[in-house]
């Protein structure tokens, strides 16, 4: 209980900060996509900078703490990957700032979380019926 109150709390305070920078407005995140404010762009990338060094960093000092691997990249990953940055320029939210909105009262919002939805149910029937590929998902660990 104690882990979950702590996650939630972590959560909140990562998605107030979201909301208090700006990533949660679609104006925000077209005038990314168009580099017409590098903004938060420059985060992103700053957030690469930093957390790849930080990563490499635990796993030397907490060696078994935490197991990364590599995944097998698959068929659907380059597709997934453009049909998601499509969704993300079109409604101005992945699926974290969906939820920062909605928490802002941004009920259009609820029109993305739905997309999302919809989008991952229609995946999961096609990838069942028709497609069959290999994700390497991490369900059999």
Known sequence: ???????LAVGLLFGLGLSCIGFS???EVHRMFVFADLRMLLAFMLAVVVLVPATAAWK??????V???????HKGTL????????GWALSGACPAIALVQVGEGQLAALLTLGGIFAGNWLYAAVQQRYLHWDTGSCIDE
């Open 67 to 73: 197991k990364f691997r590599t995944r097998p990249t």
């Open 60 to 65: 030397r000092w907490m060696p078994g703490r």
């Open 1 to 7: 209980m104690k882990a979950a109150l702590s996650t």
């Open 79 to 86: 597709l997934g990957g453009a049909l998601f940055g499509v």
């Open 25 to 27: 407005s679609w104006d």
